[in-house]
């Protein structure tokens, strides 16, 4: 199975609901990414965790929370956000993070492209 | 500054002839990575070839083909027999350690048009 699943594929959301964004992987891939993405632009990277330890936060706003439970699920919550975080947001995986070695080819997820009135 | 450009906004190619997308790199790392990835406008991300500095061949995936230039700081992602489902935004990304992690930077992308 080499495929990241991602749900919901559509979600709108008001500026003071709480929604959750889900991505699962079965290929035993250690590390997991949260991408944000807006049209014609290339993805920005958010949350790293290896290991279910989030490893880095690239200085993402608070109203993002990422959740690791277990090796297979990455959550991202979302509260209160605001219009211009309108936009696909991009699960991966891959099997290591960081170390000597270059190769790192991240499995990308289909998104789930969020809509914040 | 570790950067990626990837210098053509939007390309046409008619069905069946080979494209070259363009992409160039800037790094101070011995060890790194280059990779191509193909998006459509579904928006999955979608892996296409790998590049390792060390790697003295050009990596090859089947009609994809990466012309790896290191001198030059260029690794160009050549289409062969285009097909209209290549049509989609292709992205160019560079693998760097930052500090023990590794991070992908990447390029503002080229978008492809294949006509019939």
């Known amino acids: 199975d080499t495929e990241v699943t991602q749900t919901p594929k559509h979600l709108v959301m008001g500026m003071t609901n709480k929604k959750s964004l889900k991505c699962e992987q079965h290929?035993?891939?250690?590390?997991m990414y949260w991408y944000k993405q807006k049209a014609k632009k290339p993805p920005e990277l958010m949350f790293v965790?290896?290991?279910?330890?989030?490893?880095i936060n690239e200085s993402v706003p608070s109203r993002f929370s990422p959740e690791c439970p277990n090796s297979s699920l990455l959550n991202l919550h979302l509260h209160a956000l605001q219009p211009e975080d309108s936009a696909l947001y991009l699960c991966?995986?891959?099997?290591?993070?960081?170390?000597?070695?270059?190769?790192?080819?991240?499995?990308f997820g289909p998104g789930t492209r969020l809509t914040v009135l | 500054a570790q950067k990626i450009t990837q210098t053509q906004p939007g390309m046409f190619v008619q069905e069946k002839e080979a494209v070259t997308l363009d992409c160039t790199y800037d790094?101070?790392?011995?060890?790194?990575?280059l990779f191509w990835y193909k998006q459509p406008s579904s928006g999955e991300m979608i892996f296409l070839i790998y590049?390792?500095?060390?790697d003295e061949q050009n990596a090859t995936e089947g009609r994809y083909s990466l012309n790896f230039q290191k001198a030059r700081k260029s690794a160009n992602l050549v289409i062969s027999a285009s097909q209209l489902g290549d049509s989609a935004m292709y992205f160019c990304?560079?693998?760097?350690?930052?500090?023990?992690?590794?991070?992908?930077?990447w390029g503002l992308g080229t978008s492809l048009a294949v006509n019939p």
């Open positions: 991966a995986s891959s099997q290591e993070w960081g170390g000597l070695v270059s190769y790192n080819e991240q499995f």
């Open positions: 290929m035993g891939h250690r590390a």
């Open positions: 965790y290896s290991y279910e330890k989030l490893s």
């Open positions: 790094t101070s790392d011995q060890s790194y990575g």
């Open positions: 590049q390792g500095s060390y």
């Open positions: 990304a560079m693998s760097r350690r930052a500090g023990n992690n590794r991070k992908l930077i």
